[in-house]
Nanobody
Framework: VQLEESGGGLVQAGGSLRLSCAASGFSFTSNSMAWYRQAPEKQRELVAEITTNGGGTNYADSVKGRFTISRDNTKNTVYLQMNSLKVEDTALYYC????????WGQGTQVTVSS
């Protein structure tokens, strides 16, 4: 099982980033997927989730209207488009199955400067 996140970086407040997560080693198309984030000295939190066919999504209140989760089942990849970024979005971002999480990947760092 491998979850490989990419696309993070340093961006100014108000900017955008698109995260990608390539999954392998499990049945990607049979799993709802999600993005999570963990800021320093805080617990990991659920940011966004998407159903198996992409027809349903849900977001944390803090990112609703700014972030969009999507997936490409032909590429076993899930994406997170992040717009209007805020300093408080700074965190290490991970993807994983929404339920029955697999071993976590390395994550991708998102740093938003003021």
């Amino acid at each position: 099982v491998q979850l490989e996140e990419s696309g993070g970086g340093l961006v100014q407040a108000g900017g955008s980033l698109r995260l990608s997560c390539a999954a392998s080693g499990f049945s990607f198309t049979s799993n709802s997927m999600a993005w999570y984030r963990q800021a320093p000295e805080k617990q990991r939190e659920l940011v966004a989730e998407i159903t198996t066919n992409g027809g349903g999504t849900n977001y944390a209140d803090s990112v609703k209207g700014r972030f969009t989760i999507s997936r490409d089942n032909t590429k076993n990849t899930v994406y997170l488009q992040m717009n209007s970024l805020k300093v408080e979005d700074t965190a290490l971002y991970y993807c994983n199955a929404r339920y029955l999480q697999r071993p976590w990947g390395q994550g991708t760092q998102v740093t938003v400067s003021s």
